[in-house]
């Protein structure tokens, strides 16, 4: 079991991860088909970019939807995990223009994790706040992997996934602040 735990759930660390994923294979392998995850989120800090030890849950989309739905039920009553360890609650979230890369090819289920420029857009919209979260750690985290230094080109970046009107107004304030004197507005010499 996981060391610590967010709430009740203990948290899913990458090797757990990697098993959880190699069980729901099996499962689609019994039914002959072969599902598709698009991670997003959390899991991809952990996963990805080791920028966390662990997730609470998987946010993802899936296809086929229903399939992966049921067969990932049945993963966690035989893992013992939260039943929705795996979960679609993040499609809001999703551009029709987000790219995402493989990081796990198995027979029956491949698994994709958005870009990091995907990524940063989507923190970026959500930036949720307060302890419980991890957004504004996440986009610090990217904005240095990315090595943005202004926030005109981390918002041009947002904006390359999502209408400029859809980006949150603390989104820009916390931009502007995390890149400070780096912002949209000119330096003041001496």
Not at 24 to 36: A, F, I, K, M, Q
Not at 108 to 125: F, N, R, T
């Amino acid at each position: 079991m996981p060391p610590s735990t967010s709430g009740s759930r203990p948290l899913l660390d990458r090797r757990r991860i990697e098993e959880l994923f190699r069980l729901l294979n099996d499962r689609l392998s019994t039914e002959g088909v072969v599902g598709e995850v698009y991670l997003v989120g959390g899991a991809v800090m952990c996963l990805a970019f080791s920028a966390r030890p662990s997730t609470g849950d998987l946010d993802a989309v899936f296809a086929p939807a229903a399939t992966v739905r049921r067969l990932a039920r049945a993963v966690a009553a035989d893992a013992g995990v939260d039943e929705g360890w795996l979960n679609d609650a993040v499609k809001g979230y999703l551009s029709d223009r987000g790219e995402f890369t493989p990081w796990l090819e198995l027979e029956h289920l491949k698994v994709y994790v958005p870009v990091p420029e995907y990524l940063l857009a989507m923190k970026c919209l959500a930036f949720r706040l307060g302890p419980e979260f991890h957004d504004e750690e996440d986009v610090r985290y990217l904005l240095r992997y990315l090595n943005l230094e202004r926030a005109k080109d981390a918002l041009a970046i947002v904006e390359r996934y999502y209408p400029a009107e859809r980006i949150p107004v603390k989104t820009r304030l916390a931009l502007e602040e995390m890149l400070p004197g780096k912002g949209t507005r000119g330096r003041r010499r001496n």
